[in-house]
C-alpha cells in the first residue's frame, strides 16, 4: 500500500480494429471496438470500466493483458511498453496479470481437477519445486478463497457457480499475480453468493496488493468496490473520475443517463442506511 | 385495495427426477390485485419461474406436473379447466413475457405475422385490422419505426427491440394479467430501465395486472408496489415494497438486502448468507432456511413455519414471528 501514485498499467491512446466483412460486394470494412483511449491504474487500486455491451471493453481487457496487440497506441506495464519487450520477458509477465471471467467455465478447464487448475501455473512458472510445496500452496489458495480442502479432488461440474469462480480466482491468484482483470465476475452470481465474491477480492486486493481492472454494467458493483471508473461508449472513454466524481458529478450526458438506470432501492431503503 | 384478480392457494408443483422428487414450488399462496404490479423475488432455484408456468399450466411435462393447489381467476379455479378452455385463456387474459425473447419468438416468420397470428388465435383483430393494430402496438412499446420493424425478422432486431416485440405479441389481445419472468435480465442496464418504465406505463395505461418475477431487488424497488420474497419453494415474506426494504423481518430478506454492495457500504465486510439452498428433492424438514438462519432457534429445525399476519398487509413464515414458538422478541437487529 505504500506504493500508491505509481502506475502499474498505463494505457497510452490505444486503438483496435478489427476487419469485418459486410456487403453484397464482400468489401473489406474495419469495425472500431476501441478507439484511442488512454488511462493508467494505480498500483493495489481498482479502475472500473463500465458500459454497454459491444463498447469496447473486453477488447480493451485483452490488451491490457497483452493478448490482444493494440492496432496504434501503447500500453505500459510498469512503465515499459510491451512493444520493448523482448518475447521471454513477455511471457514471463503472462505470470503477472491474470484474468478471472464472468463465466468460471472459460477460465477452467473441465477436464481438470482442481488440484491440476491450481497447479498448472506454478509448474508452468516454475513457482513451487516439488509436488509437496505445490500441494501446501493449493491448499493455502483453498484456504483463501474459502473453500474446503477436499475440493482439491473434484472437478468444476461438481461445484456451484459462486464456488466455480472462487476456484477461478484461486486460479488465477496461483501465480503470485501483480495485476488482475476481472470480467464481469459476479454477474452471472445470485446476490447473496455475489456478497461472498466481493469481500473475497476486496480482502485479496488488501492483503496482496493486487491492482484490479473491474469490468462491470453493475454500477452498485462498481461503486462498492472501484476507486476510479471509466465509462466507455462505442470504444471511447466519454468520462473518467473517482467513484464520487462519477456518482456525484457526472458531466456527460451518456453517464448521467447510466446513473439513472441504477435501481431506486437506496431510495427506497432511505434513512436505514447510514452513509 | 381492490379484489383480488388472481388467487393462488397451496400451489404444489413437483418434477419426477432420477433423485427423486423435486418440490420446485410446494405450497405457495399470494393474490395479486386488478391493477398492481406485484414482484415475486428470490434467488435462482427458488421456483419462480415454476410458479408462473404453473399459472399458466405450461410446466415442462411429462417430468413436471401440479400436485396441488388452485389458481383462482374470475371464480374459476383454473385447474379445473379444460384444455381448451386453458388454451383459449392462455395469451388472452393471461400472457407471459420471458427473459430470452428469442425463445418465445419465431425466427422465421416476421415481426408482423407473429402479432397478426396472435390476435387471430383469440379473434381479436384478423386481415387489415390486424395488420393496422400490429404497428399500433409496435407504437405502443415505443418502436420508432413500426412500419420498417413490423417487416423485419426477430435475428435484425437487437435485444431491447425483441423484447419490446415480444411485449407487444403479449399485450396484442388486452391480456387481464402479464407474467413477466425476469423480462429484463439480459439486457443492458439502460435498455433494462427503458422496458421497466415501459412496461410500468403501459401496466397503468392498460390497466392491467402484473407479475413480475426477477432476481433483482432493485428491479422491484423500481416498479413494484408490493412483493413476495420466494425461498426454496414457498414465499417466506409479502410485504409492500417500501415497508419491506426498509424493515425486512424474515432473516433471509434481511440477510438479502444487507449483502447488496453499495456506495454506502464501501470499504465495509458486505453480510453474507453461508450455505447454499438444499437441493429442491431433500428439503428439510424444518424450516427451509434454517441451516443458513443466524437467528436460528431449536423448533426451527424440526417445525416447518406457518404464516404470521404482521398487518393486513403483511405476512412472513418464520418462528420468531410466532407467539407460540417465538423466544426471541421481534424486532431483530439487521445484519450488517
Ligand atoms: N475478434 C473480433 N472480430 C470482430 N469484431 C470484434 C471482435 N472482438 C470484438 N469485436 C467487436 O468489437 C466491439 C466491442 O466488443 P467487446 O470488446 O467484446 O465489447 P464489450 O466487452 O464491451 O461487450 C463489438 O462490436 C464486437 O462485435
Ligand atoms: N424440467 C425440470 N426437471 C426437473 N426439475 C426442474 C425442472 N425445471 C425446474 N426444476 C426444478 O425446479 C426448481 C425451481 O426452478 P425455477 O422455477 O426455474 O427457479 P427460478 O426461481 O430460478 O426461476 C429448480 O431448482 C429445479 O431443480
Ligand atoms: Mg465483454
Ligand atoms: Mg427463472
Redesign the pocket.
Given at each position: 500500500m505504500n506504493q500508491q501514485n505509481i502506475p502499474l498499467l498505463s494505457v497510452r491512446s490505444i486503438t483496435?480494429r478489427?476487419?469485418?466483412r459486410t456487403g453484397l460486394l464482400g468489401k473489406r470494412i474495419w469495425?472500431t471496438?476501441?478507439n484511442e483511449v488512454s488511462f493508467s491504474i494505480e498500483q493495489g487500486s481498482t479502475l472500473a470500466v463500465v458500459?454497454?455491451?459491444?463498447?469496447?471493453?473486453?477488447?480493451?481487457?485483452?490488451m491490457a493483458l497483452d493478448l490482444l496487440a493494440p492496432t496504434a497506441g501503447d500500453i505500459l506495464y510498469q512503465n515499459r511498453p510491451f512493444s520493448d519487450r523482448s518475447r521471454e520477458e513477455r511471457r514471463r509477465l503472462r505470470r503477472d496479470m491474470q484474468v478471472v471471467f464472468q463465466d468460471p467455465y472459460a477460465s477452467l478447464n473441465g477436464r481438470m481437477n482442481v488440484r491440476e487448475a491450481l497447479t498448472e501455473g506454478m509448474i508452468i512458472h516454475r513457482l513451487a519445486d516439488s509436488p509437496a510445496e505445490r500441494e501446501e500452496r493449493a491448499l493455502q489458495l483453498l484456504r483463501q478463497v474459502s473453500m474446503p480442502p477436499e475440493s482439491l479432488d473434484r472437478y468444476p461440474h461438481e461445484f456451484s457457480g459462486g464456488q466455480r469462480q472462487r476456484i477461478a480466482i484461486a486460479r488465477a491468484l496461483s501465480v503470485n499475480p501483480s495485476f488482475v482483470v476481472l470480467?464481469e465476475p459476479t454477474s452471472a452470481l445470485d446476490v447473496s453468493v455475489q456478497s461472498q465474491v466481493l469481500n473475497l477480492l476486496r480482502r485479496l486486493q488488501k492483503e496482496n496488493n493486487l491492482t484490479y481492472l473491474f469490468?462491470s454494467h453493475n454500477l452498485e458493483v462498481v461503486s462498492y468496490l472501484a476507486d476510479n471508473v471509466a465509462v466507455?461508449e462505442n470504444?471511447s472513454i466519454v468520462e473518467m473520475g473517482s467513484v464520487d466524481d462519477i456518482f456525484d458529478r457526472p458531466q456527460k450526458e451518456y453517464t448521467k443517463k447510466l446513473l439513472q438506470a441504477i435501481p431506486a432501492i437506496d431510495l427506497l431503503r432511505g434513512h436505514n442506511e447510514e452513509a | 385495495m381492490h379484489s383480488p384478480i388472481l388467487k393462488v392457494q397451496n400451489l404444489h408443483t413437483w418434477f419426477e427426477t432420477p433423485t427423486g422428487t423435486a418440490r420446485a414450488v410446494d405450497g405457495v399462496n399470494f393474490e395479486l390485485y386488478q391493477g398492481e404490479t406485484l414482484a415475486i423475488v428470490g434467488e435462482s432455484g427458488s421456483g419462480k419461474s415454476i410458479t408462473a408456468l404453473s399459472l399458466m399450466q405450461l410446466v415442462p411435462e411429462p417430468a413436471g406436473y401440479i400436485e396441488k393447489g388452485s389458481i383462482f381467476y374470475k371464480n374459476r379455479d383454473l385447474l379445473d379447466l379444460t384444455w381448451e378452455e386453458m388454451r383459449a385463456l392462455r395469451g388472452k387474459d393471461i400472457a407471459m413475457i420471458f427473459q430470452e425473447p428469442m425463445t418465445s419468438l419465431n425466427p422465421v416468420l416476421t415481426v408482423e405475422k407473429q402479432i397478426v397470428e396472435a390476435m387471430q388465435v383469440h379473434g381479436t383483430a384478423t386481415g387489415a385490422e390486424a395488420r393496422k393494430r400490429a404497428v399500433d402496438m409496435l407504437n405502443k412499446v415505443g418502436i420508432r419505426s413500426p412500419q420498417q420493424v413490423v417487416r423485419q425478422f426477430p435475428h435484425e432486431l437487437s435485444g431491447g427491440m425483441r423484447q419490446r416485440v415480444m411485449i407487444a405479441i403479449a399485450l396484442s389481445n388486452n391480456p387481464q394479467i402479464l407474467l413477466a419472468d425476469e423480462p429484463t435480465t439480459a439486457l443492458d442496464v439502460t435498455v433494462q430501465a427503458q422496458i421497466l418504465d415501459l412496461l410500468a406505463s403501459l401496466q397503468k395505461e392498460l390497466g392491467m395486472s402484473m407479475l413480475l418475477i426477477t432476481h433483482d431487488l432493485g428491479i422491484v424497488a423500481r416498479v413494484a408496489q408490493r412483493c413476495c420474497v420466494m425461498y426454496a419453494g414457498q414465499i417466506v415474506e409479502e410485504a409492500p415494497t417500501s415497508e419491506l426494504l426498509k424493515n425486512p423481518q424474515h432473516p433471509y430478506t434481511r440477510g438479502l438486502l444487507a449483502s447488496l454492495p453499495s456506495r454506502a457500504r464501501r470499504g465495509q465486510e458486505l453480510y453474507t448468507l453461508e450455505g447454499v439452498v438444499p437441493p429442491p428433492t431433500r428439503w428439510p424438514k424444518g424450516c427451509r432456511f434454517a441451516l443458513r438462519c443466524p437467528n436460528r432457534m431449536d423448533i426451527c429445525k424440526n417445525v416447518l413455519p406457518g404464516e404470521t399476519a404482521l398487518s393486513p398487509q403483511r405476512r412472513v413464515s418464520c418462528h420468531l414471528y410466532n407467539s407460540d414458538s417465538a423466544e426471541a422478541a421481534v424486532p431483530l437487529e439487521n445484519p450488517s
Open positions: 483496435k478489427f476487419p469485418v469495425k471496438a476501441v458500459g454497454e455491451s459491444g463498447s469496447g471493453k473486453s477488447t480493451l481487457a485483452l470480467d469490468i466507455m470504444g | -
